[in-house]
């Protein structure tokens, strides 16, 4: 009888930790379900939608200017963050606020990104941290699925403007 215990124990604990792998290689290489909080991202994401990030792109560097993405904060690695790339690296950049009157400009340097939210001024972002490194990029959003009245793919920048091409 503990024998039988035994076996049917270690079998369920087997298939514990096989699933368990499985479902960690989906979350981290595939993708998963994130609820967004904050108003940084206003008008194109509200506060508490839902969206599905795919992690594939930062794996084969498919990131591109205009994506939103799911980053590791810089300020509290224990948080993640929601913000567009406005910039690549070697990309020139808007540094400043949009109310500046003076521009300044940086280019983006290699192995970074340049983030910023939608919602510009209310919106803690690279204008305030500096160019964020590529590493701390979780995942690409790719379609809001709530409010059921939004569901689909994400609009384009409110703030295409600050995108520069030179």
Request: charged share 20%.
């Amino acid at each position: 009888m503990l024998r039988n215990v035994l076996g049917k124990t270690f079998r369920f604990l087997g298939y514990t930790v096989q699933y368990g792998c499985i479902a960690h290689c989906a979350f981290e290489y595939l993708g998963g379900i994130v609820v967004c909080s904050g108003p940084s991202m206003e008008p194109t994401i509200q506060n508490s939608d839902i969206v599905f990030s795919e992690n594939l792109s930062r794996h084969f560097y498919c990131i591109r200017k205009g994506d939103i993405v799911i980053v590791k904060s810089p300020n509290d690695p224990k948080s993640n963050i929601c913000k567009r790339v406005i910039g690549l690296e070697g990309d020139k950049v808007c540094t400043s606020n949009p109310s500046d009157f003076l521009k300044s400009h940086s280019y983006v340097p290699k192995g970074h990104v340049w983030l910023e939210g939608d919602n510009l001024r209310n919106s803690t972002d690279s204008r305030c941290y500096g160019p964020v490194p590529y590493g701390l990029i979780r995942g690409r959003i790719c379609f809001k699925l709530w409010p059921l009245n939004d569901f689909g793919f994400l609009r384009a920048s409110p703030n295409g403007h600050r995108f520069l091409d030179d």
